[in-house]
């Protein structure tokens, strides 16, 4: 059974615009917006997903995912390659809907999301 959750999609190139969407949080659902194999990175409530292959991939650096993790307290400049997509984290590791804090973070520094 899969989960309906609110995401943070983060696209790499910056004329694309951030979006806010729901989505069905099945593996292959976040396989298709990252381009491929998953990776995912948790801090706290939330946690990020990006493409594990980015680096051999050469998919581009992905500049606005790395500051909103970096403000989230986490540098991972080099490794967020390709679309990012954020999700909030439940106690027991399973998804929820992105937090309010980086929803918030993200419209401070980048303009607000669009709804997709």
Do not use: K
């Amino acid at each position: 059974m899969s989960i309906t959750c609110t995401a943070l999609v983060i696209p790499a190139r910056l004329g694309e615009a951030l979006r806010i969407m729901a989505l069905d949080e099945t593996p292959e659902t976040l396989r298709r917006l990252v381009g491929g194999h998953l990776e995912s990175v948790s801090r706290g409530d939330w946690h990020v997903y990006l493409n594990a292959d980015g680096h051999s991939m050469n998919l581009p650096p992905n500049i606005r995912a790395a500051q909103l993790i970096h403000e989230a307290g986490l540098d991972l400049s080099d490794a967020a390659r390709g679309t990012a997509v954020f999700l909030g984290r439940t106690g027991h590791g399973g998804e929820a809907d992105v937090p309010e804090h980086l929803l918030r973070r993200a419209t401070e520094m980048f303009g607000s999301p669009l709804a997709a």
